[in-house]
């Protein structure tokens, strides 16, 4: 399989994200909707809805903090989500891709974007007790997905424009959420008569 066989650009962009962030998103969220139900049914939907936004931030939290950050590539350049942060780097613009703990991207500014979702360098594993020649080694899904990033990088490079951009800003819908979120913190506090 070459390259281009496991990369195709713009019709099939990649995204890189760990699989304990699918689990814990989806755990948050279930654990909130049985504590939002229970409380419902318990207490009713009023209290319900004052006890509502503190479930809320713990699933934001889960969500901005897991399940948001990961890698995306395609034939443009390679999209860096962190918590609160994103990261558009076009392939021009890069001067290696390589890992330390987590995927670190370096450009021609010359910066270091770290990806704090996606391939994750794992500590180093035990030594094999006995050695087997038929099955080999293995090797770790980080390196496997380094190497697909970069398959993707090197493919891209010849066709990347030049005047390709390196553009930072904040994740607006995450922040205008947790915005909402705390207000109606504050509402809930005054309306039991916590704030006073």
Known sequence: MTR???????????VFRAPSSVVGLV?????GVVLLGDAALRAGVGEMLLLAPWVLLAVWAVYALLF???????ASGIRIHNPLRITDIAWARVTD?????QLEVRTDEPRVAKAFGGPVAGRPGRPALR?????????PPAIRDLQLI????????ATAPADGAVRRFWDIPALISLAVLIVWVIIALFISGGAR
């Open 4 to 14: 281009d066989e496991r990369f195709r650009g713009a019709e099939h962009p990649r």
């Open 27 to 31: 755990l948050g969220a279930a654990l």
């Open 68 to 74: 948001a950050p990961h890698v995306r590539v395609d």
């Open 97 to 101: 891709i390589d890992m330390r703990w």
């Open 131 to 139: 050695h087997d020649d038929e099955r080999g080694r293995r090797e």
């Open 150 to 157: 970069q398959d993707a990088w090197e493919s891209a490079r």
